[in-house]
Antibody, heavy 122, light 110 residues
Framework: QVHLVGSGGGVVQPGRSLRLSCAAS????????MHWVRQAPGKGLEWVAV????????YYVDSVKGRFTISRDTSKNTLYLQMNGLRPEDTAVYYC???????????????WGQGTLVTVSS | QSVLTQPPSASVTPGQRVTISCSGS????????VNWYQHLPGTAPKLLIY???QRPSGVPDRFSGSKSGTSASLAISGLQSEDEADYYC???????????FGGGTKLTVL
């Protein structure tokens, strides 16, 4: 079992930056591809980004490409999402997750953080 | 444009069976496995089905999944009030090089 704790959310003005963190409870984190998924108010789940277990492969939803960067620090068991050039439409609860899905397979390993709220508003 | 299409809502009475559809294309469901999630407000999504039709440990056998071609379905039998939630399908998409979630289906148990 992997316990994930997200942090770093808050209120930020359009155009500014924010970095989300997600601390994992176990070294097993280092073997998992990890995702960020968000949910805007009143909307459904939206996948944001994924990073491979070794950090070598990263993929993003089109709407955040060039603005967001996913990364991980295995020595700290921590996943990050650097968000630059934030827009009001980025307002959402952001979940770090290993959602029963890696870059190659689906399986039963479903772990999610508690979600951290990012509000982009002037 | 790659999308996974789900009905926005469904209403059923306790004890009945409901089927939620998820329609995609060759670049997603047609080529990759489908997961299904149950999401209650303020909580982390729960994985109900992975790899099209596999149930994680602890998920009741009232929940079942299937896939045919570019479509997938989640069936829930013996509906209970606790099943009232939002349900999402998800699959990798080769065109987007990313994960697609369906728009979600809000299930109401009357």
């Amino acid at each position: 079992q992997v316990h994930l704790v997200g942090s770093g959310g808050g209120v930020v003005q359009p155009g500014r930056s924010l970095r989300l963190s997600c601390a994992a409870s176990t070294l097993i984190f280092s073997v998992y591809d990890m995702h960020w998924v968000r949910q805007a108010p009143g909307k459904g789940l939206e996948w944001v980004a994924v990073i491979s277990y070794d950090g070598n492969n990263k993929y993003y939803v089109d709407s955040v490409k060039g603005r967001f960067t996913i990364s991980r620090d295995t020595s700290k068991n921590t996943l990050y999402l650097q968000m630059n050039g934030l827009r009001p439409e980025d307002t959402a609860v952001y979940y770090c997750a290993r959602p029963g899905m890696s870059l190659t397979v689906t399986d039963a390993r479903n772990y999610w953080g508690q979600g951290t709220l990012v509000t982009v508003s002037s | 444009q790659s999308v996974l299409t789900q009905p926005p809502s469904a209403s059923v009475t306790p004890g009945q069976r409901v089927t939620i559809s998820c329609s995609g294309s060759s670049s997603n469901i047609g080529s990759h496995a489908v997961n299904w999630y149950q999401h209650l407000p303020g909580t982390a999504p729960k994985l109900l089905i992975y790899n099209n039709n596999q149930r994680p440990s602890g998920v009741p056998d009232r929940f079942s999944g299937s896939k045919s071609g570019t479509s997938a379905s989640l069936a829930i039998s013996g509906l209970q009030s606790e099943d009232e939630a939002d349900y999402y399908c998800a699959a990798w998409d080769d065109s987007l090089n990313g994960v697609l979630f369906g728009g979600g289906t809000k299930l109401t148990v009357l």
